[in-house]
């Protein structure tokens, strides 16, 4: 699959991933190889095939309706970059 | 041209579990911010979600009491979106194996029963909450809301009116009350709704162009909101014009929508089986069993209410709309009060001071004892109906035996023969116009007549006595 | 007195004895650490001091006569993905470098419980993404065997340290060989257990439907006493398998007599070095010397499994790593007007150019338009692989490769080819893709005198026949007992 700079862009914006301009052609490159490398993967043929989403096939791990939380917020916060008021800060978020 | 308004319901309701859907933090609403939290809903590196057992089984009653079939093999799936609120900038919902699909709930427009098709109920985790409140200019997250259990109720595009669009989501909510699903607390944004809609000209079989409004946090902003919108798109079109597909922002102070463009970037969620969590499977015994911890849902209780206890159509499905109210009602009418009355104390002055108080039901101060009482003593003719509406305002204001209300209020009306002739006498004796102008045939006479005696009884005399004693001292004159 | 050569066993039977002190032991590993550490690089912290309260803490039990664990008392080091309590936890990624947990992983727990001495935190490929730890935000670790190379990776670190004398054992993950390959380039043992039997809480995920925490060791014995220790049904990871307790000892004999063991033909022809391939079919013949019975095989699938590995987890990390926003945790750009900015440069700045790589190689095939063509299709292939070994497991009680198609390479030789940095892994992720037991463990010693790796990889659950193969070929063998010469 041809990779462009457009699919980059894209890409980076939902990845919330800047790119600046003279990382663009790498990047383009690099995804290309990769993407490439995978297209191999189209010759499998899959036709009846259901997808596996884990090796193993577990199924209802669920837990009980019970309360266990024992943090102290000091230390959920304490890594925070920015805080304020026992919450956590980003810059105002327009909505 | 006419034209048909066409409305599909997307409504999120928080579960009432005690904890979140993935952690053992408990449920809340208004603690100190980000208290209960821990590091899995935090999204601290490293750390898994656990699925909350109860969290299933209130989605797969919901589902069972609104007539959906049970997804046997179901996943969750991560939506993928960077936002504040979102720690994990991914959310845990459901795509393509929603728990319950295929539904219905029937309402009452007018006379008839319509139909509104359940597509689908899918179980997933609410956000944190943005406080614009920072220092400067920043905003504030607390996460105390995120990774609380939702589920979202999608229904079919079958509603075509505000009015229906009410009436349904009614149905919802007592639904979910009844089955102790959620609480409903709208104003603590535990029911939410998202609004599709759009206008065809009437026979057309096409859908026209579709916008969405987000996040109504109450039945009376959704309804507001789907009578400006849906004017909106009709007033567009007639002027030639074209409705974008796009989601709008209701502003419920302006009451107008706006486009939200900008804000728009690229929806691609790439949606994936989330890798930390395995398929919920879903037994016969288990659906059995759910089935059978279902009470008696809001429709059969209306059925009753209307064959049992003589009560219309309307009053029935005023009063089960409510599981409070309901149950307040079934608990007044087993303490022996009058069912009918009870309804009409219920929907009428109560409803009437629970909406000047802005109260909710469950804020109803007095007992359905109290109630039951009420109704007893008008009936046996104690006291007055208009006496009635007294204690009703005294069990508001502070709450006991309608018996100490009559008699500290001195509410208790005279039905004594005697003292009651007495006071018509003296009427007659004070109005010799009006008895002649009766006697001459005009029956309005009468009227002033009656009125004077109740003002002579301080209205404390039994009106329909007084009538009687009325018309027989008139009629020997 | 030295012993950093001795493998934890060894140390166990002296401590059980009163022949030494666990504090002297952990002593004479810092004393290891502080004389190599220099050449190897592979701590990214040190916890010396806890170390040695774990030690005394474990020497005033056996004073009082207490009967100790078969680890109890023996320093060891963990990967730095594991969540430590109070210990920064960096993935040895800028995002994470002042990073510092309030909780313990699951199996950092185990070990505390276990009275193991925790020496620290070792390097590894930012966030486990790589094959040699050159993308470690820190520092490359190098290979104890010679140090113009690499330790493989992404527990290049954790393969280093125990091949260097400075741990007895350690921890690590492997998502598509992150265990096995470093093993086999540092001459070291290193397991991949079977996916959900340790639990991953507090791993920092890269690929969660992959990844697992296994034992690095210098022999099998002890790799099955760690496994002993840090195998178990966990409430906190759904993945995590609830099944009855094993003792993975009782599966140490020299016994493989009427075992089958299959050879995946398409990892021993093409690209595989010739001195590697010498070595497994030399590792081949003990089996049969053994009494197993040996068949080639063709796996349909092989050459599918490297592509869809990357397919899947570059899908998985993408979204694994979104958290990593400079919000909650973690670095956040000094560069930002607007919550956008915020976002977009902390996580430009943050990540290091494999892991955004991944992410975007990722995000591009979960996104609308390439979900089906990619991501759908890689699982689908899994599906056929997962299929394949079962059908060979019909036959075989074991499938034996090469680890990795070649020994050491130079550092800086493939850092500049992502795709050839790739091709490591490609005798190893099968295994992860189907959750399959896998070990690696020393088969020789290639002319340069590097370390080569024999691969042995088990159904499901088939922990003690892959230690058993294991045991069996090193107890008739001596490649175990070769030792980086520093
Ligand atoms: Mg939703
Ligand atoms: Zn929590």
């Given amino acids: 699959m041809k990779i462009t700079r457009e699919d980059v862009e894209y ?85 | 041209m006419k034209y048909e308004t066409v409305i599909g319901l997307e409504i999120h309701a928080e579960l009432s579990t005690a904890t979140k859907m993935y952690c053992g933090c408990a449920t809340s ?96 985790e609410d956000a944190g909450k943005l406080l614009h409140e920072g ?90 909101a789907i009578e400006y919108e849906s004017k909106r798109h009709i007033e567009e079109l007639e002027y030639g014009g074209v409705i974008k597909r796009e989601t709008r922002r209701w502003d419920d102070d302006k009451g107008v929508s706006y ?98 108080k802005s109260l909710e039901p469950s804020q109803i101060p007095f007992t359905p004892a109290h109630l039951a009482r009420l109704t007893q003593i008008i009936d046996d003719g104690t006291i007055s109906n208009t006496a009635g509406k007294k204690v009703v305002e005294e069990l508001f204001i502070n709450p006991r035996d309608p018996d100490i209300i009559v008699k500290e209020k001195n509410l208790a009306q005279i039905s004594d023969k005697g003292a009651l002739l007495k006071s018509v006498r003296e009427v007659i004796e004070a109005n010799p116009q009006s008895v002649s102008d009766y006697k001459a045939g005009k029956e309005k006479a009468l009227g002033f007549l009656v009125g004077q005696t109740m003002r002579a009884t301080k209205g404390q005399g039994n009106p329909q006595l007084l009538n009687t004693l009325l018309k027989e001292e008139l009629d020997k004159i | 007195m030295s012993y950093y050569h001795l493998t934890a066993h060894e140390i166990h039977s002296m401590l059980a004895n009163k022949e030494v002190k666990s504090k002297e032991v952990t002593n004479s590993v810092i004393e290891r650490i502080e004389e190599v550490e220099e050449k190897v690089d592979c701590y990214l ?22 009967e100790i664990g078969a680890l109890e008392g023996v320093p060891m080091a963990l990967k730095d993905n ?139 014995t002890d790799c099955a006493n760690i496994l002993n220790l840090i195998v178990g049904n966990d409430p906190m ?32 022809n093409g690209g595989v070095d010739a001195e590697v391939k010498a070595a497994v079919l030399n590792a081949l013949e003990v089996f049969k010397s053994l009494g197993a019975t040996v ?52 996580r430009k700045e943050g990540f290091g150019t494999e892991v955004k790589r991944r992410i975007m190689v990722g995000t591009y095939a979960l996104s609308s338009g390439y979900y089906d063509a990619y991501y759908k299709k890689a699982q689908k292939v899994r599906t056929i692989i997962c299929r394949d070994f079962g059908e060979q497991f019909k036959k075989f009680d074991f499938i034996v490769t090469p680890t990795t198609i070649s020994t050491a390479f130079k550092i800086g030789e493939k850092i500049s080819s992502p795709v050839e940095m790739y091709l490591n892994d490609l005798c190893t992720v099968s295994a992860n893709i189907a959750g399959l037991p896998a070990i690696s463990i020393p088969c020789g010693l290639d002319k340069s005198g590097l370390p080569i790796g024999l691969q042995i990889i088990g159904r499901t659950l088939g922990e003690e026949t892959v230690l058993r193969a294991a045991y069996s070929f090193e107890q008739s063998t001596d490649y175990h007992k070769n030792r980086a010469k520093l």
């Fill in chain 3, 237 to 268: 990871d759904s993945t995590s398998l609830n099944i009855p307790k094993v003792d993975y000892t009782k599966a140490l004999k020299v016994d493989v007599r009427g075992m089958k063991i299959g050879v995946a033909s398409d990892y021993m």
């Fill in chain 2, 29 to 124: 609403f208004g603690s100190e911010p980000n208290i209960h939290c821990c590091p899995v809903c935090l999204a601290m590196p490293g750390t898994l979600p656990v699925l909350n057992k109860k969290a299933v089984e209130f989605a797969i009653k919901a589902g069972l009491a609104m007539g959906c079939s049970i997804t046997r093999k179901g996943k969750q799936d991560r939506k993928n979106y960077f936002y504040p609120d979102l720690p994990k900038a991914y959310q845990i919902s459901q795509l393509d194996t929603p728990l319950c699909v295929n539904g219905h709930i029937d309402i009452t427009v007018g006379d008839e029963v319509k139909r509104i098709r359940i597509n689908r109920i899918h179980i997933e």
């Fill in chain 2, 135 to 224: 220092v400067g200019s920043g905003t504030l997250i607390d996460f105390n809301r995120g990774g609380t259990p939702l589920i979202e109720i999608v229904t079919e595009p079958d509603i075509r009116s505000a009015e229906e669009a009410r009436l349904f989501l009614e149905s919802v909510k007592a639904i979910l009350e009844y089955t102790d699903v959620s609480d409903c607390r709208m104003e603590q944004g535990s029911l939410r709704c998202d609004v599709n809609i759009s206008v065809r000209p009437e026979g057309a079989t096409e859908y026209g162009t579709r916008t969405e409004m987000k996040n109504l946090n109450s039945f009376r902003s959704a309804v507001r």
């Fill in chain 3, 82 to 220: 594991l969540c430590t309590k109070g210990v920064p936890t960096t993935c040895a990624s800028k995002m994470l470098r002042d990073f510092v947990p309030f909780y313990d992983a699951f199996v950092v727990k185990k070990i505390n419980k276990a009275g193991c001495p925790v020496l620290g935190k070792l390097n590894m490929d930012e966030f486990a993404m790589g094959s040699s730890t050159e993308s470690s935000y820190f520092k490359t670790t190098k290979n104890p065997y010679d140090p113009s190379r690499v330790p493989g990776g992404s527990s290049g670190g954790s393969a280093a340290a125990v091949s260097a004398g400075e741990a007895f054992f350690a921890l690590g993950s492997d998502t598509g060989g992150s265990i096995r390959q470093p093993a086999s380039f540092c001459g070291v043992v290193g397991m991949k257990p079977t996916y959900g039997l340790v639990s991953r809480f507090g791993c920092i995920a890269f690929a969660s439907s992959l990844d697992q925490i296994g034992p690095f060791a210098k022999d099998v």
């Fill in chain 1, 11 to 95: 890409v980076a914006n939902l990845a919330h991933l800047k790119i600046s301009e003279d990382e663009q052609d790498a990047f383009v490159s690099d995804m290309e190889n990769i993407i490439s490398f995978a297209d191999i993967l189209s010759g499998v043929d899959t036709g009846d095939v259901e997808p596996t989403f884990h090796a193993l096939e577990l199924e209802n791990v669920l837990r009980e309706d019970v309360v266990t939380n024992d943090y102290d917020r000091d230390d959920l916060l304490k890594n925070a970059p920015s805080k304020h008021n026992g919450c956590f800060e980003v810059p105002k978020v327009v909505e």
């Fill in chain 3, 45 to 66: 912290e040190k916890t010396f001091e806890a170390a040695l309260k774990t030690a005394e803490d474990v020497d005033k039990k056996i004073a009082k006569g207490e």
């Fill in chain 2, 259 to 356: 486009s939200m463009r900008g804000k728009e970037e690229a929806q691609d969620y790439r949606y994936f089986p989330d890798p930390d969590l395995v398929w919920i499977t879903v037994s016969d015994e288990m659906i059995s069993r759910l089935k059978a911890e279902l009470p008696e849902l809001p429709e059969a209780r209306k059925a009753r209410y209307i064959n049992e206890y003589g009560l219309t159509a309307y009053d029935a499905t005023q009063i089960t709309n409510s599981k409070f109210l309901a149950d307040f009602f079934e608990k007044c009418v087993a303490c022996g009060g009058a069912a009918k009355a009870a309804g009409n104390w219920l929907l009428g002055d109560i409803a009437k001071i629970l909406n000047e």
């Fill in chain 3, 295 to 346: 068949e080639e095989y063709t796996m349909q699938a092989a050459k599918y499994a490297l592509p869809a590995y990357y397919i899947i987890s570059g899908a998985e990390a993408s979204s694994n790593l979104a958290r990593f926003d400079g919000i909650r945790y973690g670095y956040r750009t000094e560069n930002y007007e607007n919550l956008k900015e915020l976002y977009e440069n902390t």
